[in-house]
């Protein structure tokens, strides 16, 4: 597998790509109806790093009648991996026995996603790298599977229109697709958004977030036996094309959120984004400043950085309205402070989420996976429909807006974003290649 990565070409990944379609997909509301599924479910997992082994030990956690029988990632090493810290987790022996990946369901390369789909599997955990993402989506959706689809939901827009495009076949079919958004279910996020979309601090004038901290996935020293695309994967939160940068891969959670709340995706970005630190290898930058624009002249103000001290993070989204502020930390008490006096009844309460007489909810984002994974098994055997393609794709496209505006310098519009062509063209050969 090693001599393959090294044999494909680096060249091309600086020359301009061909410009793709850019005619638009539209985003079809799903049924909200489903036929019961049978009474338990296999699972095959695609991409074995950390975020890929979580989503297995959380689906594992979040419901009994789940048994994963299939893995797959590019490296040997990867899902070996995977599987002794499964193994290892402290919750192991109560899920021990619903894991049954054989021998010959361990498989490894470019085209280890093929053979998942193609074994006995209801549901697929796509946690590769995103620049991947559209290509293992379009696979699972004409396999028809059920589909757990880790954020982003790729890393330009020419991606995201083939997403897109497999998006409309899914909801078709009434296929579950559950986002790796988790905060759109965890109880205090979605009481919070509910309280602040029913008026409670008035009508919102302004938004400010923010995402101080280190980077998400540590840059790795260079094995001399590696080619440069084995370093690149082993490495790929370091490179653009196979990461989308900071902005789309990981504080696409801020941007969410600020959308879910608003109800909408902002009209334009205007952008600035560098490299200040983080500056051994790669092309992402560390920093970014965006002011997004949403309807009625309403503004985000949102900054980042990913070259804290060790131990330092913050992340938080606030709210400025009327007749009040709301404020969502990732840590800490999500916090309503209005004048209009507002209760939660028992009426409203999910699973999980703790009310504090002053208006705050405490953190339990800890359990906001599991509370998804059950989501996810509901609406597969009947209850509760869920296809959260929509608001994933939305919120990707906004961060792509932030990217674009900060690599040209000018102000980018949605309109200009749904249009663009752009696509990384590494990602472009590695899609043939396989």
Known sequence: MEHKLNDISRRSFFQTSGAAGAAAF????????????????????????????????????????????????????????????????KD?????????VDPEHHFTGFDAYKKVLASDIDIVMLATPPGYRPMHFEAAVEAKKHVFCEKPFGTDPVGVRRFMAAAKKSEQLKLTVMSGAQRRNDANYVQTVRKIQ????????????????????????????WGDMTWEHR????????????IVEQHLHNIDVCNWVMGSHPLKATARASRKVIQNFGNINDNYEVIFEYPG????????????????FDVKETFFGTEGIAEMPYKGALRIQGQKPWTW??????????????????????????????????????????????????????????????????????????????????????????
């Open 26 to 89: 539209t985003i079809i509301k799903p049924e909200l109806v489903r036929g019961a599924g049978k009474e338990r479910l296999k699972a095959g997992l695609v991409g074995c790093g950390g975020r890929g082994t979580q989503a297995i030990i959380d689906l594992m956690q979040g419901t009994e009648n789940i048994d994963v029988v299939s893995m797959g990632d590019l490296f040997e090493d990867k899902l070996e991996g995977s599987l002794t810290k499964i193994r290892g987790h």
């Open 92 to 100: 192991f022996p109560t899920f021990e026995s619903r894991l049954k």
């Open 198 to 225: 029913d008026g409670a601090i008035g009508e919102v004038l302004a938004l400010y977030a923010y995402w101080a901290g280190r980077p998400v996935i540590q840059q790795k020293a260079r094995d001399p036996k």
């Open 235 to 246: 490495n790929w939160y370091s490179f653009v094309w196979i990461c989308g940068d900071q």
């Open 297 to 312: 002249e309403v503004e985000l103000v949102f900054s980042s950085t990913q070259f804290n001290a060790p131990g330092y």
């Open 345 to 434: 009844t028992g009426s409203e309460q999910v699973s999980g989420a703790k009310f504090a007489a002053d208006g705050a909810f405490s953190d339990n984002l800890a359990d906001a996976d599991k509370m998804k994974d059950r989501s996810f098994i509901e609406s597969i055997t009947g209850n509760k429909f869920q296809n959260q393609i929509a608001a994933g794709v939305e919120s990707a496209r906004t961060c792509m807006m932030a990217r674009k505006s900060a690599e040209t310098g000018r102000t980018v519009s949605w309109q200009d974003i749904e249009a663009d062509t752009e696509q990384y063209q590494l990602g472009i050969e590695i899609r043939k290649f396989v």
